[in-house]
């Protein structure tokens, strides 16, 4: 490396490592890019995978890596909003030509820009880390006026990082202190339950590592060095708990979920677990190109060495035996309740308190093994469901009642028949359910829903009234060969 710190060196990382974080790189080559073909490599991946594939490029260095990342970079570095006092100050467009505007990425691409220059500063040429400073420092005023909550972990935690890091670099003593603040904030609200408020998500638990990685190697005051690496090893014991090494996958409930299977779609906590194995074999991982920009942080995971602890590795590969767990987290100043129960062959969770309308909440999961293959079953969250385990129950509750959005179920699991999802049994390959409801009869469909893939769909219509103190739908699970 060639840089203000050292890490671990490309020639010191893994075949299988190198193959992570290579998946989705441009292939190496000789040949410099020309303007076009820098626009059109950001097009395809947009400003934040950008970054980290520059970082990746950087970490190679094979052939033309360094000219084309440094290329790379001095197109994002165009596309930063420059208007003080706006609230798009700071921020990167999201893709060139387009542009959310979201804020989250002044951190996202921002402490890509840090790791870049921390690390590979040496080889990147002097005007462009005169740039890259500029930017840095219009991203932390921008940062600092937003002032993100402890409570949005993921954007948190880089939000601090960042402010810290200008605060120090940049000679600016209010922003290093805000960061110190925030980092506290989000360092006492973690160890309130041992958990984070964007509670066992297998997308965002995987930016929450990236963040403390950030914190551990590159933060400039020692309180966010110290809080990183305490957080850290708290954060994988954690996760440690809700993984379920022979299935490969976090059991539920997820407060914030891209998918149900982590081999079947890229959830960034399986990259991470993944950077500890040796080969695919175990990895938690789809072997798939799809959803690049999920592959695109790969490089940041390997520089800043986030991968699982020595003495929690062997978690992560073999299944070490049932357990039940309840955690408790604060989520908007209130308490939920997560629950979890983990078997050899299945598992379940479930969420109550959030009462959040939301696609990307799922407050009651099960996952069971079928063989080679898997099947689950989804109690939808855009309705604000929540769900409760009594004993070896899955209990569903209406929060409030709206015929707009019936209560929905989502399964799925191969060669299943619509003829056996009766009123009182739902017989799956694998799995049955033993169903006791004061629903009406559902809608029973095969669909295919755009974070899950194809699903079968039960929607139970919702009555003008409910009473959320009682179940409305009760499942119980008997695991089949």
Same mark, same amino acid.
């Given at each position: 490396?060639? !840089?203000?710190?050292?890490? +671990?060196?490309?020639?010191?990382?893994?075949p299988?490592?190198?193959?992570?974080?290579?998946?989705?790189?441009?292939?190496?080559?000789?040949?410099?890019?020309?303007?076009?073909?820098v626009?059109?490599?950001?097009?395809?991946?947009g400003?934040?995978? !950008?970054?980290?594939?520059?970082?990746?490029?950087?970490?190679?260095?094979?052939?033309?890596d360094?000219?084309n990342?440094?290329? *790379?970079?001095?197109?994002?570095l165009?596309? %930063?909003?420059?208007?003080?006092?706006?609230k798009?100050?700071?921020?990167?467009?999201?893709?060139?030509?387009?542009?959310? /505007?979201?804020?989250?990425?002044?951190?996202?691409?921002?402490?890509?820009?840090?790791?870049?220059?921390?690390?590979?500063?040496?080889?990147?040429?002097?005007?462009?880390?005169?740039?890259?400073?500029?930017?840095?420092?219009?991203?932390? /005023?921008?940062?600092?006026?937003?002032?993100?909550?402890?409570?949005? &972990?993921?954007?948190? #935690?880089?939000s601090?990082?960042?402010?810290?890091?200008?605060?120090?670099?940049?000679?600016?003593?209010?922003?290093?202190?805000?960061?110190?603040?925030?980092?506290?904030?989000?360092?006492?609200?973690?160890?309130?339950?041992?958990?984070?408020?964007?509670?066992?998500?297998?997308?965002?638990?995987?930016?929450?590592?990236m963040?403390?990685?950030?914190?551990?190697?590159?933060?400039?005051?020692?309180?966010?060095?110290?809080? =990183?690496?305490? +957080?850290?090893?708290?954060?994988?014991?954690?996760?440690?708990?809700?993984?379920?090494?022979?299935m490969?996958n976090?059991? =539920?409930?997820?407060?914030?979920?891209?998918?149900m299977?982590?081999?079947?779609?890229?959830?960034?906590?399986g990259?991470?677990?993944?950077? =500890?194995?040796? !080969?695919?074999?175990?990895?938690p991982?789809?072997?798939?190109?799809?959803?690049?920009?999920?592959w695109?942080?790969?490089?940041?995971?390997? *520089? #800043?060495? *986030?991968?699982?602890?020595?003495?929690?590795?062997?978690?992560?590969?073999?299944?070490?035996g049932s357990?039940?767990?309840?955690?408790?987290?604060?989520?908007?100043?209130?308490?939920?309740?997560?629950?979890?129960?983990?078997?050899?062959?299945?598992?379940?969770?479930?969420a109550?308190?959030?009462?959040?309308?939301?696609?990307?909440?799922?407050?009651?999961?099960?996952?069971?093994?079928?063989?080679?293959?898997?099947?689950? #079953?989804?109690?939808?969250?855009?309705?604000?469901?929540?769900?409760?385990?009594?004993?070896?129950?899955? %209990?569903i509750?209406?929060?409030?009642?709206?015929?707009?959005?019936?209560?929905?179920?989502?399964?799925?699991?191969?060669?299943?028949?619509?003829? %056996?999802?009766? /009123?009182? &049994?739902w017989?799956?390959?694998?799995?049955?359910?033993?169903?006791q409801? *004061?629903?009406?009869?559902?809608?029973?469909?095969?669909?295919?829903?755009?974070?899950?893939?194809?699903?079968?769909?039960?929607?139970?219509?919702?009555?003008?009234?409910?009473?959320e103190?009682?179940?409305?739908l009760?499942?119980s699970?008997?695991?089949? /060969?």
């Amino acid at each position: 490396m060639a !840089g203000n710190v050292s890490g +671990i060196e490309w020639s010191d990382l893994t075949p299988y490592q190198k193959h992570l974080v290579t998946f989705v790189l441009p292939a190496s080559s000789t040949e410099t890019w020309n303007a076009d073909e820098v626009q059109t490599f950001l097009q395809n991946y947009g400003t934040r995978s !950008g970054i980290y594939h520059s970082v990746g490029m950087l970490y190679r260095n094979e052939g033309a890596d360094r000219e084309n990342a440094q290329h *790379v970079m001095r197109d994002l570095l165009k596309l %930063q909003h420059d208007v003080p006092g706006e609230k798009l100050h700071g921020m990167w467009r999201t893709g060139v030509g387009k542009d959310r /505007e979201d804020q989250n990425w002044r951190e996202f691409v921002g402490t890509g820009f840090i790791v870049a220059r921390e690390y590979f500063g040496d080889a990147l040429a002097p005007d462009l880390v005169r740039d890259i400073d500029a930017a840095l420092v219009r991203a932390a /005023e921008g940062a600092a006026q937003r002032d993100v909550s402890a409570g949005y &972990t993921n954007i948190a #935690l880089m939000s601090a990082f960042l402010l810290d890091y200008v605060g120090h670099t940049a000679s600016k003593p209010a922003f290093q202190e805000l960061g110190k603040k925030k980092a506290k904030a989000i360092h006492d609200l973690f160890f309130q339950y041992k958990t984070f408020t964007e509670f066992n998500s297998p997308t965002y638990y995987g930016v929450n590592l990236m963040g403390l990685g950030m914190w551990r190697e590159l933060a400039k005051s020692a309180e966010l060095r110290e809080w =990183g690496q305490e +957080i850290e090893s708290t954060f994988w014991h954690h996760i440690a708990q809700f993984y379920h090494a022979d299935m490969k996958n976090m059991s =539920g409930p997820y407060a914030r979920g891209y998918g149900m299977d982590m081999t079947e779609y890229v959830a960034l906590v399986g990259i991470c677990i993944a950077m =500890g194995f040796d !080969g695919p074999e175990d990895a938690p991982l789809p072997n798939t190109r799809e959803r690049a920009f999920e592959w695109a942080y790969a490089p940041l995971f390997a *520089v #800043l060495n *986030v991968q699982p602890p020595q003495d929690l590795l062997a978690e992560f590969k073999t299944f070490s035996g049932s357990r039940e767990m309840l955690h408790h987290i604060t989520y908007r100043k209130q308490l939920f309740q997560a629950q979890a129960v983990l078997e050899s062959d299945w598992m379940m969770g479930a969420a109550t308190g959030m009462r959040r309308r939301w696609d990307q909440h799922c407050p009651g999961t099960v996952h069971w093994k079928l063989g080679d293959e898997m099947g689950w #079953l989804l109690v939808h969250g855009e309705n604000a469901a929540e769900a409760k385990i009594e004993g070896r129950n899955l %209990q569903i509750f209406a929060t409030e009642s709206d015929a707009e959005h019936p209560l929905r179920i989502l399964i799925h699991v191969p060669n299943a028949d619509l003829k %056996q999802i009766t /009123e009182n &049994t739902w017989t799956l390959p694998g799995m049955t359910f033993n169903v006791q409801t *004061v629903l009406p009869a559902p809608e029973v469909i095969r669909k295919t829903e755009k974070r899950f893939g194809d699903v079968i769909e039960i929607a139970f219509p919702m009555p003008d009234t409910v009473d959320e103190h009682m179940p409305v739908l009760v499942l119980s699970p008997v695991k089949t /060969e």
